[in-house]
């Protein structure tokens, strides 16, 4: 269960050269100061969504409707002993395929936003629908999950899920105002962050380990580990990931034979890709070294 970061910061910094990184959001596309208006020039109006944007909207719908669910199809019910696991199991599967469906939704508008170009506040939409629906919905994931199943510790629930929401805002502000190397984020993107987090949940492993793995996740959104970007082939890849990953979870909450195990596989998959990824990372950056050096 992978995505991409948003591209479209990139994109408006590599339209306006002149500029720094850091003035990609609200003054791309702005004259200098004290450089005359060149009138001929069409600047993209910042009131105006784009097919992008739309992309990015829905992102956030999803990322809220995520919280919603979890709420009324988890929480609720667990406070007031209304339905059983049944219920619970297919709430949480709707809250996790939301956060799966935003995460497509994050894949594609930036390469939208490099095919069609976006509006002047394509970048802003992103980073607070991704907010929502990374930051906000894995964290609110990991604090109902320490109630409903480790309320003793719910505490330390909250710790865990305050450092995922944390380490999520402090990474969006990080790539909004720094340049990483081409094909590369540093440190683990928020949507893959997202995804993992909820999958170390669903895995039920013993509380400590749990909140270890969270923790890790954490840390890896604020830390220089380069993870690849999805592009290419690596960006079909993506999306057939996620669509294999909701048809899991489709069949997990539908009680299908046979469901849990592939739900087991495919969380424990995706913590796996989180460990290797950084190391088909740094193959990468070791192969373009030395074909420089071969050059």
Known sequence: MTTTDTDRVVLRAEETPEEPRRDAGGGAGRDAPGEVPRRGRRQPSPSRLSAADILTLGNAVCGFSSVYFITTAVLVPYLTGGPGDGTLRQGAATAVMLILLASLFDLCDGLVARKFRSSGMGAELDNLSDLISFGLAPAYFVVVWGLVGEGAHLWLTVVGAV????????????????????????????????????????????????????????????SRVEYPKPTGRMAVATVVWAAVNIGCLVAWAAGAPGAERLLVTGCALQLSLAALLPLVATGRRIKARRDRRAA
């Open 163 to 222: 450092a995922v929401l944390l380490a999520g805002v402090l990474r969006l502000a990080r790539f909004s105002v720094t340049t990483s190397r081409d094909g590369m984020f540093e440190g683990m993107p928020i949507p893959f962050a997202a995804l993992t987090v909820v999958s170390v949940v669903l895995l039920e492993l013993p509380f400590a380990l749990t909140l270890a793995l969270v923790a890790g996740v954490a840390w890896l959104m604020v």
